[in-house]
């Protein structure tokens, strides 16, 4: 290589480095492209139930997640937010130690599952049995709401599919609670900017009002699902009093749920 060449590689290794994108930025922006690809593509339901199996595990055969919040409800989400989600947890743009595993390519498989198991879990009718706050303040909560969230996630929580914006009526208190926490403090690295700005003021009191506000905001007539309903595409899971055990699986060329391991426990804050 001449001194001229190697001048140059070393210049331009140095500004390479200097103009880089941070590592955050990298996960943001292969979320991102992902999204795009997997938007584009037309979602086939059949393929998503089949997909959805390896998700009941933790987030229940009706996709309504556990009322500690541990798991969140995504029954009935909007397409475009769990594809979102989805994006950003396998480009490590969002931290989910528990579910980063199952949803990387080589499990869940690439953009056209994706989006099958989006539009599958978005079409899952809602639970309104969702872990609700203590109830005590909730005249401060809903006037929190109109004046700090009403504007994003609109008047019924129902959130914006376009924007990207969650739905969070129907929503666990706890998970909720997380999320804002985990928003606020800037560890969860997907959060809009202009939420976190937003409630940057909050106090705690504050913060359990709104968010008890949120979970007792109705969950729209279309989307709700009819009491005692059960997910009929999963009749072989057995659920017991503690929850739901998986069963053998009574569909066709998909793998025995109970060779799947139990979810682990969430580690304690
Ligand atoms: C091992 C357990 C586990 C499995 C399996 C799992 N998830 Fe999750 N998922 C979680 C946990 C825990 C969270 C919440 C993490 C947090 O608190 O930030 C979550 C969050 C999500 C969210 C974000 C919800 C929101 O409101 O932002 C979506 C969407 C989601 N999961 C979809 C899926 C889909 C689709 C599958 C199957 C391909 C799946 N999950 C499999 C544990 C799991
Ligand atoms: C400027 C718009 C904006 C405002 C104002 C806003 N949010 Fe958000 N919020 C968002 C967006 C966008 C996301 C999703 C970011 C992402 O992960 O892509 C979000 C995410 C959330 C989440 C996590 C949801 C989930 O499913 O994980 C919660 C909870 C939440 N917002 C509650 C609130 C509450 C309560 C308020 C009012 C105090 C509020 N937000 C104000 C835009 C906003």
Redesign the pocket.
């Known amino acids: 290589m001449s001194r001229l060449a190697l001048v140059r590689l070393v210049l331009v290794t140095i500004c390479g480095a200097l103009v880089s994108p941070t590592i955050a930025d990298e996960a943001a922006e292969i979320a991102d492209s992902e999204y795009e690809q997997i938007v584009a593509l037309t979602p086939d339901l059949e393929n998503g139930r089949r997909v959805y199996l390896a998700c009941a595990v933790c987030h229940r055969p009706e996709g309504w997640g556990t009322a500690d919040g541990t798991y969140?409800q995504i029954a009935g989400q909007l397409q475009s937010v769990i594809i979102?989600?989805l994006a950003?947890i396998r480009a490590r743009n969002?931290d989910n130690p528990l579910m980063y595993p199952f949803s990387v390519p080589r499990i869940l498989g690439g953009p056209q599952n994706v989006v099958d198991v989006a539009a599958y879990v978005s079409e899952l009718p809602m639970t309104a049995h969702n872990g609700k706050g203590a109830g005590v303040d909730l005249e401060l909560g809903g006037r929190?709401?109109v004046e700090?969230?009403v504007?994003?996630?609109g008047e019924d929580g129902a959130g914006n599919a376009e924007?990207?914006?969650?739905g969070?009526v129907g929503?666990h208190y706890p998970y909720?609670m997380r999320?804002?926490d985990a928003?606020r403090s800037g560890r969860?690295k997907?959060?809009?900017p202009?939420?976190t700005k937003?409630?940057k003021g909050?106090t705690p009191r504050q913060q359990a009002a709104?968010?008890d506000h949120?979970t007792r905001m109705s969950v729209s007539e279309e989307k709700l699902a009819p009491s005692g309903w059960r997910n009929p595409d999963f009749p072989a899971y057995v659920r017991d009093a503690l929850g739901i055990a998986p069963g053998a699986s009574a569909l066709p060329g998909l793998p025995n749920p109970a060779a799947i391991p139990a979810p682990p426990d969430l580690p304690k804050p």
């Open positions: 969140p979102k989600q950003d969002r929190l709401y700090h969230c504007k994003c996630h924007e990207r914006i969650p969070i929503q909720l999320q804002f928003i969860r997907n959060a809009d202009k939420m937003q409630i909050f709104v968010l949120v």
